[in-house]
């Protein structure tokens, strides 16, 4: 695939839309670092995020949306939630709050959590983009997995070169630092990452258990679950891959980018089913197949 760097403009933004809407994510400045953006209602344009990363892992994905209008429709906001929103936004603030049903957002966008990670970035080319897509964006830092955050676009190209169609060139991101993440769950507020904001919140550690099966961070269903499966036992809901039909299937077709993107789907599906115990077939340990493969070991941990 051939990286093209457009400087940021009407026209880079227009062709920055398109991709996005063919479902390809695009690299993209915020005023913290660049972002690489996808469209986070459609499950496999955000797959693709975690491919072209690298990523081992699927980790919940901060959303960014154009101002806090559009923030309350996909997110439930407490008034600490509302006065943080209020008094930093647009800015690097990312604030997780629970996720309201029918929201849209694709699951894997969310790795699964019944919470999302919001924010309102104040940078005028990811501003445009998201006024030119009316998507929220899923966006991690555009860089490869285990490679510093990318503070321009020469970096992102270094690093991401070659596995993205576009980057946007907006210049030096002006804080080169991750934005302050917040949670606003009940309870307290509850600082998740430090960052350019400074917030009253206490330091939490991120692995508490907010809910059954769900810690802070992992979406894991609540039932048994067995991976490598051939086939089911009478009390097992089988998740399918290629090969190996099941109740569901990851992908029929074997495909990676469908499965990651199936994924917490099908375990929400599976954790719902009258069956007390999961199954689910192998997926091979390549590609985004890892990702998926380290989401399964630690629900079968
Ligand atoms: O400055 C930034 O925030 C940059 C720019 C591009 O906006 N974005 C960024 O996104 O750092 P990302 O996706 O790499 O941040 C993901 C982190 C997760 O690792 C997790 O710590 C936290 O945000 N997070 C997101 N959603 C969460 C949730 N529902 N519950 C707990 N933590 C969440
Ligand atoms: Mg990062």
Not at 30 to 50: K, M
Not at 108 to 114: M, R
Not at 201 to 229: C, D, F, M, V
Request: charged fraction near 20%; glycine fraction near 10%.
């Amino acid at each position: 695939m051939q990286t093209r760097v457009l400087p940021f403009s009407d026209e880079a933004i227009i062709e920055a839309a398109r991709l996005i809407l063919a479902g390809e994510p695009v690299a993209v400045p915020t005023e913290t670092v660049y972002g690489l953006a996808a469209d986070a209602t459609n499950a496999e344009a955000v797959a693709r995020i975690y491919e072209a990363k690298g990523r081992p892992s699927f980790n919940p994905l901060i959303v960014h949306v154009p101002d806090l209008g559009t923030a309350v429709g996909i997110g439930q906001f407490e008034p600490a939630a509302l006065r943080l929103a209020e008094q930093h936004w647009p800015g690097p603030l990312t604030l997780v709050v629970p996720l309201r049903e029918g929201s849209g957002i694709a699951s894997i966008a969310t790795g699964g959590l019944s919470t999302i990670g919001l924010r309102v970035p104040p940078h005028s080319a990811m501003q445009a983009l998201l006024r030119a897509v009316c998507r929220p964006l899923a966006a991690p830092s555009a860089n490869a997995s285990g490679s510093i955050s990318p503070t321009r676009a020469e970096h992102v190209l270094k690093s991401l070169g070659g596995r993205i169609p576009l980057i946007v060139d907006g210049g030096a991101a002006e804080r080169g630092i991750e934005s302050t993440i917040v949670a606003a769950t009940g309870g307290p507020l509850r600082l998740l990452r430090p960052g350019p904001v400074e917030v009253a919140a206490s330091a939490a550690p991120s692995e508490t258990i907010e809910a059954p099966g769900q810690l802070a961070n992992h979406y894991s269903p609540s039932k048994p679950l067995r991976i490598n499966a051939t086939g089911a036992a009478p009390d097992e809901y089988l998740i399918g891959f290629g090969a190996i039909e099941g109740e569901a299937s990851l992908s029929v077709r074997g495909d990676l980018i469908e499965a990651a993107a199936r994924l917490f789907d099908l375990l929400h599906l599976a954790d719902a089913s009258a069956k007390p115990r999961i199954a689910v077939a192998a997926v091979p340990d390549e590609g985004l197949g890892a990702a998926i493969n380290d989401r399964l070991r630690r629900a079968a941990a």
